[in-house]
């Protein structure tokens, strides 16, 4: 099933993703793609886009990615990121394609390939995503241990 890339950007207005100017530009529950213009003030002084952007950046997709998939009224938040960078870009635009690697009930785990204008990877992302399924009416939003217990 596609899903309408626009409608993925525009869910992300008023959040770091606009800030950063992150366009959807492809999304199925199977593989998300997202662009980013590099831009002065996304790039370190070193004249390199920021570590901290290509990392929001594959965040940002592999967590809709995750989106796409969960079960009604379910939520995710990201569990465990691990970035490996291995070039630098400069100018031009980077995309950022997520695909997952496991799909299960209470956990997600996402690929995300971030390259440059000509394809050549900067960085791998693996990522974790926790499931966060919807509560029971009347559960408590703290599990109840010995020590949270009430006598």
């Not at 003030?41 to 570590?51: A, N, V």
């Not at 960085?123 to 010995?146: D, F």
């Amino acid at each position: 099933m596609t899903i309408d890339p626009a409608g993925l950007t525009a869910h992300h207005t008023g959040c770091l993703p606009e800030l950063l100017g992150m366009r959807f530009v492809d999304a199925t529950t199977d593989r998300v793609v997202a662009e980013l213009a590099i831009r002065d003030d996304l790039k370190t002084i070193g004249g390199r886009l920021h570590g901290g952007t290509i990392m929001a950046l594959a965040d940002t997709v592999a967590a809709t990615a995750t989106f796409l998939n969960l079960p009604p009224g379910a939520g995710t938040t990201t569990l465990e990121s691990k970035t490996n960078f291995f070039a630098g870009a400069s100018e031009g635009t980077v995309r950022a394609t997520s695909t997952p690697l496991h799909r299960g009930r209470t956990t997600m785990v996402w690929e995300t390939r971030v390259t440059d204008a000509a394809g050549r990877l900067l960085a791998l992302v693996i990522q974790t995503q926790m499931v966060l399924l919807p509560r029971a009416p009347g559960s408590p939003s703290v599990p109840r241990t010995s020590a949270t217990a009430s006598p």
